[in-house]
């Protein structure tokens, strides 16, 4: 059984930041993409930040130059560094991985809240 656990979302001001961390675990053989999604209410869940199992990097238009995705293959994390945070990147974020276990299949994390508010 594999899991993604996400943490470090939470509450912060206009202008703060906020890491997110996503662990994968269970019996995994290989990695390959790991990526960032968020869920604003009433909006459909968008792609924000992508990494490749080799370290090549892809961001949303709407969040370039303010987050940066990275990875820890030893650990099987996945990190989102959140900076400048608008009151617009309100939203649930989701870790999103695609795993082999057996097979190659796509899992989900729990999500996590960040809520930007003054």
């Known amino acids: 059984q594999v899991q993604l656990v996400e943490s470090g979302g939470g509450l912060v001001q206009p202008g703060g930041s906020l890491r997110l961390s996503c662990a994968a675990s269970?019996?995994?053989?290989?990695?390959?993409?790991m990526a960032w999604y968020r869920q604003a209410p009433g909006k459909e869940r968008e792609l924000v930040a992508t990494?490749?199992?080799?370290?090549?990097?892809n961001y949303a238009d709407s969040v370039k130059g303010r987050f940066s995705i990275s990875g820890d293959n030893a650990k099987n994390t996945v990190y989102l560094q959140m900076n400048s945070l608008k009151s617009e990147d309100t939203a649930v974020y989701y870790c999103?991985?695609?795993?082999?276990?057996?097979?190659?299949?796509?899992?989900w994390g729990q999500g996590t809240q960040v809520t930007v508010s003054s």
């Open positions: 999103n991985a695609a795993i082999r276990s057996r097979v190659w299949q796509t899992y």
């Open positions: 269970g019996r995994i053989s290989s990695i390959g993409s």
């Open positions: 990494i490749t199992s080799d370290g090549k990097t």
